[in-house]
Nanobody, 118 residues
Framework: VQLVESGGGSAQAGGSLRLSCATS?????VAWFRQAPGKEREGVAG????????DYADSARGRFTLSQDVAKNIVYLQMDNLKPEDTAMYYC????????????????WGQGTQVTVS
């Protein structure tokens, strides 16, 4: 499975960005992770594509919204009310095993897209 991320960039605090993750084929689990300089990678949000069940990290809940376009194999992360602490490299990840769970069990990873909030 190949993943292509897009939509990163710069925003001011309180602004919005939408990230997209296009997968080359359908996957049971797709998620967004992020890693800021000097910090460990953390899960942001994940979706089970067959049931559309979504999980959010506490830092994302209420500000970020995960959605999917099943026909196009695209998962979107709408990020609103951005904060400077959201600044990080954001990675899309996917897994094709039926038993995959969030925030673990992701086999495939994208190259990342930078989000900078000032």
């Amino acid at each position: 499975v190949q993943l292509v991320e897009s939509g990163g960039g710069s925003a001011q605090a309180g602004g919005s960005l939408r990230l997209s993750c296009a997968t080359s084929e359908s996957a049971y689990c797709v998620a967004w992770f992020r890693q800021a300089p000097g910090k460990e990678r953390e899960g942001v949000a994940g979706i089970r594509t067959d049931s559309a069940a979504i999980d959010y990290a506490d830092s994302a809940r209420g500000r970020f919204t995960l959605s999917q376009d099943v026909a196009k194999n695209i998962v979107y992360l709408q990020m609103d009310n951005l904060k400077p602490e959201d600044t990080a490299m954001y990675y899309c990840a996917a897994d094709s095993t039926a038993s995959c769970t969030w925030p673990s069990d992701y086999t495939y990873w994208g190259q990342g897209t930078q989000v900078t909030v000032s």
